[in-house]
């Protein structure tokens, strides 16, 4: 297995599953950054209809986490468990997805409704896509290093992806004016155009996974209602994986505030082309990345997964939280700041999903089970209440301060709202994430040991001794 590992053909099982992601990537990075925007400029909604539309099409992903771990996990085929979905959700993501950027004609209440709909008929597919992409990854991954190695191979594609669905859109959608389009046609001409070549890649990782994924590994336990709520509590009981829900919950909010306030905070408080200067940003926080993830892996095979997440999330918040008493005003400033952001931001998303891989293998050792699909979607249902909270306090902020997306020049008030959000908020909550971390306490010698045990009850060997057995515990507590 290690010889593969150094192989083309190893390196091809990783670049081919994060070809996968690139649906989370884009998808999920474009609805936080320019949802909002798109809502208040070509659709023509007020901030607080598009902060509701915003908070509550979340609100699917939440809902629809309750029952898709669980599904997939039950799901009998021949074909897998999460492959099936996949090739699905493949086809289905780009139409839901051009459908939520389609500019309508009618009354405010016809958009809000619209919007609602097809945001949330959207999310709640993509849900089921992203349990499934997640949760296929605990069968390709075959341990605690190899999950680091092919995770900083997903951030190297991932972090492409997020140079074409934050930098590009709003200089392409500029420049398809300029050709004689109008607002809402460049805008869904671009997103109709990104979609297509995001539905190809993750048919590409589909199809690459072909073998790859645990046939026969089904959950046989109880469908039902009942059931799943019983499975989900048992869960619960896992206190490392409740840390890593902890810290998540905290980080989406710390994330989620960032990028949807970005675009209003560059537009009104550094002035000049605000086009020009948020696809910099953007480009800027992508170059960076592609400098941070090796940075963030070799760290982590080094101290560990969890000592690398608590450090850059204080790196973050320390640098949000100097940043806003000492003025982000120029682009220098800015820059600086984006650059804390993407060490915060690559730290934690990098590692966090090789985390819920290790505590599936945790779980598997608890209860004898494997259950990575109601892992996570429960973690993505609790989390998900964290994103449409987000969105609706950032909107309600903003609308008590005075702010107004249509205006050219803002109250002094809604000028420090938008510093509040954007510099402040997520300096504090990146702090409040790093401190949960610290009690999350899974490490590489304790995770060996755990598959070990797992290959010893598999082959029907004799089990640990006290001393291995009493360090697997310890990761319990």
């Known amino acids: 297995m290690s010889k593969d590992k150094r192989s083309p053909k190893g390196l091809r099982k990783y670049v081919c599953y994060g070809l996968g992601f690139l649906g989370d990537a884009c998808y999920y990075q474009f609805i936080g950054a320019f949802l909002l925007v798109f809502l208040t400029g070509p659709a023509g909604l007020s901030p607080k209809d598009a902060g509701t539309v915003g908070s509550f099409i979340v609100l699917a992903d939440a809902f629809a986490s309750v029952f898709v771990g669980r599904f997939t996990d039950g799901l009998k085929c021949r074909y897998g468990r999460r492959r099936p979905i996949l090739l699905a959700t493949a086809f289905i993501l780009p139409a839901l997805f051009c459908m939520t950027f389609f500019s309508i004609g009618g009354t405010d209440a016809q958009k809000v409704t619209y919007y609602m709909a097809s945001g949330f008929l959207f999310y709640a597919v993509f849900i089921l896509y992203y349990v499934s992409q997640t949760a296929l ?104 994986y409740r840390r890593l829900i902890e810290t998540k919950f905290i980080l989406n909010f710390c994330y989620t505030i960032y990028s949807n306030a970005m675009v209003f905070f560059i537009t009104y408080r550094i002035g000049g082309d605000s086009e020009w200067i948020t696809s910099l940003a953007y480009t800027f926080n992508t170059v960076l990345g592609f400098a941070v993830i090796p940075f963030v892996t070799a760290l982590a095979f080094k101290f560990g997964k969890k000592w690398m997440t608590v450090g850059t999330s204080v790196f973050y918040g320390l640098a949000g939280v100097l940043l806003f008493f000492s003025g982000v005003r ?142 697997i515990e310890a990761m319990l507590r």
């Not at 995001?198 to 026969?216: F, H, P, T, Y």
């Not at 039902?224 to 989900?232: K, P, V």
């Not at 820059?335 to 293998?361: E, K």
């Open 137 to 240: 990854g605990a069968d390709i991954s075959d341990g605690y290093d190899d999950s680091i190695k092919m995770n900083s191979i997903n951030s190297v594609i991932t972090n492409t992806g997020s140079l074409v669905c934050l930098a590009v859109p709003l200089p392409a959608i500029a420049w398809l004016q300029r050709k004689g389009m109008s607002p809402s046609h460049a805008w869904f001409f671009f997103v109709l155009a990104m979609s297509l070549a995001v539905s190809a890649c993750m048919l590409i990782s589909w199809n690459d996974s072909r073998g790859r994924e645990k046939l026969g590994v089904v959950d046989e336990k109880s469908q039902s209602f009942r059931e799943m709520l019983h499975d989900y509590a048992d869960l619960l009981k896992i206190k490392p």
């Open 330 to 471: 120029s682009l220098p400033a800015l820059l600086f700041y984006v650059l804390a952001h993407s060490i915060g931001v690559h730290g934690f998303w990098q590692l966090y999903t090789t985390n819920l891989y290790d505590v599936a293998d945790l779980d598997e050792y608890c209860s004898g089970r494997r259950r990575e699909g109601n892992i996570v979607g429960l973690q993505s249902f609790i989390c998900g209440f964290s994103v449409s909270l987000t969105v609706r306090i950032m909107t309600l902020l903003l609308q008590g301060a005075g702010f107004d997306g249509s205006a050219a020049v803002q109250t002094d008030a809604a000028l420090s709202m938008l510093d509040v959000c954007f510099v402040l908020l997520p300096g504090i909550t990146s702090l409040l994430g790093a401190a949960c971390m610290l009690f999350y306490r899974v490490n590489r010698e304790g995770h060996l040991l755990v598959r070990e045990a797992l290959a010893r009850r598999s082959a029907g060997e004799a089990p640990l001794n006290a001393a291995d057995t009493t360090k």
